[in-house]
């Protein structure tokens, strides 16, 4: 079973930006979709974005246009960049493929 570890997340002002990166333990290569989602407080756990295999890519509106989804087959890694940050944009964000999930970061916006 492929494990995930998340790294990227922290404090960052409105307009910021920041890059989460979502690293596997295995080969990403044959894996047909990976994604990320987020959990803000007293919130369900939303999507934010979707890439597939042929790295066909799916947004929430919420985000479209501000955040980028990619990944690197080489390295066993997918990325989100998350650009002009807004403060709804305070969450946890998870990076998942079929069957497992990464624990999560924190990503704060500072007033």
């Known amino acids: 079973q492929v494990q995930l570890v998340e790294s990227g997340g922290g404090l960052v002002q409105p307009g910021g930006s920041l890059r989460h990166s979502c690293a596997a333990s295995g080969s990403i290569f044959s894996i047909n979709v990976m994604g990320w989602y987020r959990q803000a407080p007293g919130k369900k756990r939303e999507l934010v974005a979707l890439i597939t295999s042929d790295s066909n890519t799916n947004y929430a509106d919420s985000v479209k246009g501000r955040f980028t989804i990619s990944r690197d087959n080489a390295k066993n890694t997918f990325y989100l960049q998350m650009n002009s940050l807004k403060p709804e944009d305070t969450a946890v964000y998870f990076c998942?493929?079929?069957?497992?999930w990464g624990p999560g970061t924190q990503v704060n916006l500072s007033s």
């Open positions: 998942t493929v079929p069957g497992a």
